[in-house]
């Protein structure tokens, strides 16, 4: 399974951005597509997760501000990103789980205030 991201970039605290990631290869192996972030000197840590059938799981730092989404036609999860703050900023790895699991490569979430 391989994970292709785009998004992420730049904007001032209040200010949204949307993740994409695209999952390619073995996709009828994965269940669970999602998101983390590791900030500077933090431990990775989870952001939310979607599965299959569309259960959700959201860190608390980021419920009522994110929204994650799945279409599963495409293979693709997505990440809405709103009310940003400073302390978001990090680099975000998609995440992809079934009988293995598998990251993206990072990227860049910066938020300025």
């Known amino acids: 399974v391989q994970l292709q991201a785009s998004g992420g970039g730049s904007v001032q605290a209040g200010g949204s951005l949307r993740l994409s990631c695209a999952a390619s290869g073995n996709i009828l192996s994965i269940n669970t597509l999602g998101w983390f972030r590791q900030a500077p000197g933090n431990q990775r840590e989870l952001v939310a997760v979607?599965?299959?059938?569309?259960?959700?799981n959201y860190a608390d730092s980021v419920k009522g501000r994110f929204t994650i989404s799945r279409d599963n036609a495409k293979s693709t999860v997505y990440l809405q990103m709103n009310s940003l703050k400073p302390e978001d900023t990090a680099v975000y790895y998609c995440h992809a789980a079934g009988a293995e699991m598998y990251w993206g490569q990072g990227t860049q979430v910066t938020v300025s205030s």
């Open positions: 979607i599965t299959r059938d569309g259960n959700i």
